[in-house]
């Protein structure tokens, strides 16, 4: 398996109980809670999970063209669909493929599933079965949601209408992550569980207009929504044998939003022979290698139309594509995210340009 491509599979992601989240810690900076469930809990969790948290995005099949098989919505995406979920060696029957989870009211799925389950699953990366969760599940960044929206997404998955879909166990080396196994390359040390990223780590807006408004979007993007967690250099691979794990977090926190992951461009639906083989993500922060001279408005139009200012598609499979959900986030959150982008501190990180579309309409 080559660098390369363990890099573009890990690009996307059993603690002690939770303590008390109720709101995510900030900081000292006040925040406009106002976007925690509220009384329509189902309406707020389906709006995480299939917009905000993208939590369908990685559990809901591509069809053959790329686009999102929605009668198969959160069913499960496997190696065994159209277009693979991951497949870290295809060329070798029975290594590589990992499949995400069936969220759905099946049997195969949650339906005799505990809500406390669900729960540690989304917050602690535990598997209803005790084990752990391969970290390409973002339990790490999902462990500061709050309480509220944590519950609302639980409240959501129960409405999921059932699809009859077992989920293929995970093959070599992906399985390794709970077998102890000292020369595994995915954890590489034993077994794999991402430690949640500290709040702390997570940069505070530097004088932005709007100072709660880009706290909450702060939260937003890097605790309900996983703009951090693909915008975030990774963290480089341990030598083989190397007694660390290979993830204390995932991404590596003390370059936060300099960009620089990788995906293969099949499990972002962009099939078009133009896109190259990996998408890089962008240096979203306002460096001269970044987003400098971007306004707030600029950035939430690249986020939520897939443009540039000069009319250029951006090639994510989040902004403006044929799947993209950030076209259906709400005014107000687009706009509070925009403005904590537009307010981030600078990083030197030129990520390059290496896939630009053509002009938006």
């Not at 969790?45 to 790329?66: E, K, Q």
């Not at 995915?186 to 780590?201: E, F, H, L, S, W």
């Not at 703009?227 to 083989?240: G, K």
């Not at 998408?279 to 001279?293: D, E, M």
């Amino acid at each position: 398996m080559t660098r390369a491509l363990v890099v573009a599979i890990l690009a996307s992601t059993t603690f002690a109980a939770c303590g008390d989240n109720k709101h995510a810690p900030t900081d000292g900076t006040p925040v406009d809670t106002s976007f925690d469930a509220g009384p329509d809990k189902v309406a707020r969790g389906r709006y995480i999970a299939n917009t905000l948290g993208v939590c369908s995005f990685c559990h809901t099949p591509l069809n053959p063209d790329g686009s999102r098989n929605l009668t198969r919505l959160l069913a499960g995406w496997t190696c065994n669909d159209p277009i693979p979920f991951v497949d870290a060696d295809p060329a070798t029957v029975g290594v590589g493929c990992l499949s995400s989870r069936n969220l759905t009211n099946s049997a195969s799925g949650l339906k005799n599933v505990t809500d406390q389950q669900i729960r540690d699953a989304i917050r602690n990366g535990t598997r209803t079965d005790g084990k752990k969760l391969v970290p390409i599940m973002p339990y790490w960044i999902f462990h500061n949601m709050t309480d509220d929206d944590t519950d609302a997404v639980i409240a959501y998955l129960r409405t999921v209408p059932g699809v009859d879909n077992m989920v293929p166990p995970n093959e070599p080396p992906w399985n390794d992550i709970n077998d102890n196994n000292l020369a595994a390359p995915i954890c590489n040390g034993g077994t794999c569980t991402a430690t949640p990223i500290d709040v702390a780590m997570i940069p505070l807006p530097v004088n932005p207009p709007d100072m709660l408004s880009a706290m909450r979007g702060r939260y937003l993007a890097s605790m309900v929504g996983l703009c951090v967690d693909c915008h975030t250099p990774d963290l480089p691979p341990p030598a083989v044998g190397a007694p660390a794990p290979f993830f204390p977090t995932p991404i590596d926190t003390t370059r936060t939003w300099a960009g620089g992951r990788t995906f293969p461009k099949q499990q972002l639906g962009l099939l078009d022979p133009v896109y190259p083989d990996f998408i890089t993500t962008r240096n979203l922060t306002p460096h001269a290698t970044g987003l400098l001279g971007y306004t707030s408005a600029q950035i939430a139009a690249a986020i939520a139309e897939g443009k540039d200012p000069q009319g250029k598609g951006v090639c994510a499979a989040t902004h403006g594509s044929g799947i993209s959900p950030y076209a259906a986030l709400d005014p107000q959150d687009l706009t509070d995210i925009a403005n904590y982008i537009a307010a981030l501190p600078p990083i030197d990180n030129d990520t390059g340009l290496n896939c630009m579309g053509p002009t938006v309409p």
